[in-house]
């Protein structure tokens, strides 16, 4: 009897140590940023464009403007390439080619990012130089394995009942799919994409060679553009004290951005 | 053999496996117009496999295989597009299981809209009607906009019932269409079905010999994949002409 409470106890503590060691790290980042951060979330922040190396003030509005047009093309390039490939893979079974595109799936997920910086580089950048687009098609290739996953899930989920149902109406089989599959999985699917974005809106490394950064607003998606990430990155390794506290700034509306797409999801999209 | 003029459905020689399973073996009967016909036997012998040969819904299955000859007013259904053939004949399922994201209102109307019914004056029409028919109106004709999932258990049911019959079927399938509800419930479903024959042939499958003798004109007995005996329910009842029916209605099998 006394062993038993004896392990019990330990194993209580044990857990409550475990659970201590990984909210600390967790909460510590948290808190630097909002204590490095806050103070850089002037409205100047948000509104207006860098200022030259060296020189105090300006703010991060093109890296604003250029996260939402990478995010946004990479969306408008991903969501309907992954949406036609998880019906495709769910609601096709007898087709052949299913095996092979998950194989290939999967291999595209396990991709470094930097690959797929890489890889855009050399199909695009080589030949029509640094854009947006480039970035998005790089930004694309990790997007587009992560929703698949995720969207084949949420089709997976919806009951074959339901399916049947839809056919004994006498509702021909694709029309079953847009209208009452699709219909059903939507707010899994919609989760699935906004988790993506939060996922894809903190990467760097394929923006490096491929959206490249621009000190200006663009004006157009073949052009360079700059990205929260990017001018971290940038900011954060330069010596000026200035923009230590930008790259915190930008890290901390990052991580709000990031915190609030994750929330909407959990509470919004997973009560049906 | 034409078949009699007033049957609906001609089953013959139906044979139908999962891989290597066979299910059905060398199945024969005709449905006749106009008549409630139950399917009775025990679980895994082959009733839900049955019916959903009729709609063509068996042969999803990746793996299933079907043989034989299913005629519909004495036309192939295997020479007919599925799609027509499912116009034909609606089915109702053994859950309840109404389209999750769509109003009652839309459950009922999905059918028509999806096959290019834009008035919307028809459809108001047809959903009333269904309702009615389905006897449901009653209780939803003011909430026509809530989810059909806010529903009872026996109200949804009812309302795949309406939305079955919403499609102007001839033929409807029932599998087991009180086995997940409650006695009243239950009962307001067979009351449903009587009267429905009087528009629509019907086919039960059911678990249950006391319902299947208060509903059917005609009783099928499956046993392992097999059609033991078939003919009028008060006959097969009072007088089963096989040893092995007379054991299961009188429970001493299954
Ligand atoms: N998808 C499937 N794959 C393989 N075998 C199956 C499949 N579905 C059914 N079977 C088998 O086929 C036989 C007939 O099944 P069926 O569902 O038609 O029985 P049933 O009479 O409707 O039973 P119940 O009363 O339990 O619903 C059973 O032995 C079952 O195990
Ligand atoms: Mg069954």
Redesign the interface.
């Known amino acids: 009897m006394a062993a038993r409470r004896l392990k019990d106890n330990a194993l209580t503590i044990y857990s409550i140590l475990s659970l201590v060691v990984i909210a600390i790290p967790l909460l510590h980042i948290i808190a630097t940023t909002l204590i490095n951060g806050a103070q850089s979330l002037t409205p100047e922040f948000f509104t207006s464009l860098p200022k030259p190396p060296g020189e105090e003030g300006g703010g991060v509005a093109n890296a604003i403007q250029g996260t939402a047009i990478l995010v946004a093309l990479t969306m408008l390039i991903s969501v309907p390439a992954a949406l036609l490939t998880a019906i495709y893979l769910s609601e096709f079974?007898?087709s052949r080619l299913r095996d092979l595109i998950r194989l290939l799936n999967d291999t595209f997920m396990g991709t470094p990012s930097i690959v797929a910086g890489v890889f855009a580089y050399t199909l695009l950048v080589t030949k029509f130089g640094f854009s947006a687009l480039a970035g998005a098609f790089a930004l694309s290739v990790l997007a587009v394995p992560m929703m698949v996953k995720t969207m084949e899930e949420a089709l997976k989920l919806v009951?074959t009942?339901?399916r049947?149902?839809?056919?004994?109406?006498?509702?021909?089989h694709w029309?079953v799919v847009t209208?009452?599959v699709l219909?059903?999985a939507?707010p899994a699917i919609a989760s699935g994409v906004l988790l993506t974005v939060a996922r894809i809106s903190g990467e760097t490394a394929p923006l490096l060679f491929t959206a490249f950064g621009n000190p200006n607003f663009a004006t157009g998606i073949l052009e360079p553009v700059s990205a929260l990430p990017l001018m971290i990155y940038v900011y954060a390794i330069s010596p000026y004290p200035d923009w230590h506290r930008k790259a915190w700034g930008a890290s901390l509306v990052l991580m709000i951005a990031v915190l609030t797409i994750n929330l909407i999801t959990k509470y919004k999209l997973r009560r049906? | 053999m034409a078949g009699h003029a007033t049957d609906k459905i001609v089953v013959r020689n139906l044979n139908a496996w999962y891989g290597d399973f066979q299910a059905l073996k060398n199945i024969n009967l005709s449905i006749k117009k106009n008549t409630i016909t139950a399917i009775l036997g025990p679980s895994g012998c082959g009733k839900s496999t049955f019916i959903r040969c009729l709609n063509r819904l068996h042969e999803l299955r990746s793996d299933a295989k079907i043989e034989g000859e299913i005629l519909l007013d004495g036309k192939s259904v295997f020479n007919m597009d599925p799609v027509e053939v499912r116009r034909k004949i609606g089915m109702v399922f053994q859950r309840p299981n109404p389209f999750p994201t769509m109003s009652i209102y839309d459950n009922v109307a999905i059918g028509l809209k999806l096959n290019g019914v834009r008035d919307k004056k028809a459809l108001d029409r047809v959903v009333e009607d269904s309702l009615k028919k389905a006897a449901l109106w009653d209780e939803v004709k003011d909430k026509l906009n809530m989810p059909g999932t806010s529903l009872s258990g026996g109200q949804q049911q009812r309302l795949c019932i309406a939305r079955a019959i919403a499609t102007n079927p001839e033929v409807i399938l029932f599998d087991e269409p009180t086995s997940a509800l409650d006695p009243i419930s239950a009962v307001k479903i067979e009351d449903l079905l009587v009267d429905l024959k009087g528009n629509y042939t019907v086919v039960i499958v059911t678990h249950n010999i006391q319902q299947a003798g208060r509903v059917s004109d005609y009783v099928a007995f499956f046993w392992m994949g097999e059609l033991v005996e078939f003919g009028k329910t008060a006959e097969v009842f009072e007088n089963p002409k096989e040893e092995l029916t007379e054991a299961y209605l009188t429970g001493r099998i299954g």
């Open positions: 079974p007898e009951p009942d339901i049947e149902a839809g056919l004994s109406l006498g509702i021909r029309r209208s009452i219909r059903t939507m049906r």
